[in-house]
């Protein structure tokens, strides 16, 4: 299933894309699209079965606002530095173990919303990257074939960096990953039953129509399986968290001199096979 959240910032109602492309309303049916929703089996079986019987009404899509995907997110865990070419491309060595770090479920937005340059920057980096959505509780899991049988889902995700913030400022990345507008989401929540390989997907990313990142998941230094096992054993995964993991060569950073960092008044592009397009306008906060 596709599954959206359509309409103004923080008044999304649930809804689905069936497979004629028409929009549906789940509202009848779930209060929300979130953690409780993705541990529910029956609440999820009710879901295909109205969307497979054809009762669920329609929404006009015309002028409505897609919101992320995913209400209520708990947690975002990125994983840094996972694809072998965008490693190469910032000079960085392979890393022995993923690398961790946090953004705020509040940097979230919907897939075509406004993002900010925030006030002071001069490094405004854009990253698509494969986002998973955690469906199960985990911590400690065993195996790769437990970490995803824990996956919900899967999204797209723009890890929005700003890299002066983030490596020149002192401390850890935090500073340049939890500015405001910093994590783009969705169109859509693609249940994991429609993903059969994780690491076979193609990500692209444009700015002002040229093409940035275009890359694919077999690419990754560690697999999706390998990434939620692993953060498994340092903190609880609880449904409706949300795992970034990692973006492919071509961000601002690989760049040459002058590096071509956002500006406001750019348009980034952005999609994933199978999991849908996003589109940002930069404007500065």
Not at 16 to 43: C, M, N, Q
Not at 72 to 88: F, M
Not at 235 to 257: F, H, K, R, S, W
């Amino acid at each position: 299933m596709k599954l959206l959240r359509v309409g103004p910032a923080g008044a999304e109602r649930p809804a689905l894309l069936d497979a004629d492309g028409v929009l549906r309303d789940l509202s009848g049916l779930v209060t929300e699209i979130d953690g409780t929703l993705l541990s529910d089996d029956s609440a999820l079986a009710r879901v295909r079965q109205a969307a497979a019987g054809g009762t669920l009404p329609a929404i006009d899509q015309e002028g409505l606002r897609v919101g992320p995907p995913l209400g209520r997110i708990g947690k975002v865990v990125c994983i840094g530095l996972n694809y072998h070419d965008h490693a190469e491309e910032t000079g960085a060595a392979i890393p022995a173990e993923p690398i961790i770090f946090m953004k705020a479920p509040d940097t979230v937005v919907g897939p075509d919303d406004t993002v900010l340059i925030p006030r002071g920057s001069a490094k405004t980096d854009w990253e698509v990257e494969l986002a998973v959505v955690i469906g199960r509780t985990a911590r400690y899991l065993e195996s790769e074939d437990e970490a995803l049988a824990a996956v919900a889902g899967y999204a797209v995700s723009n890890d929005v960096s700003e890299r002066e913030f983030q490596i020149e400022r002192g401390g850890q990345w935090d500073k340049g990953k939890n500015c405001e507008t910093f994590n783009p989401l969705g169109p859509w929540l693609v249940t994991a039953d429609e993903v059969p390989d994780p690491q076979a997907l193609r990500l692209k990313l444009s700015v002002n129509g040229e093409i940035r990142q275009d890359g694919t998941t077999a690419d990754q230094i560690f697999s999706v399986a390998h990434v939620v096992c692993y953060v498994s054993q340092f903190m609880t995964l609880y449904p409706g968290d949300v795992i970034n993991t990692g973006t492919p060569a071509g961000v601002a950073m690989g760049q040459p001199e002058p590096k071509p960092y956002l500006r406001p008044g750019d348009v980034v592009e952005l999609e994933i096979d199978g999991l849908g397009r996003q589109r940002q306008v930069l404007k500065p906060a």
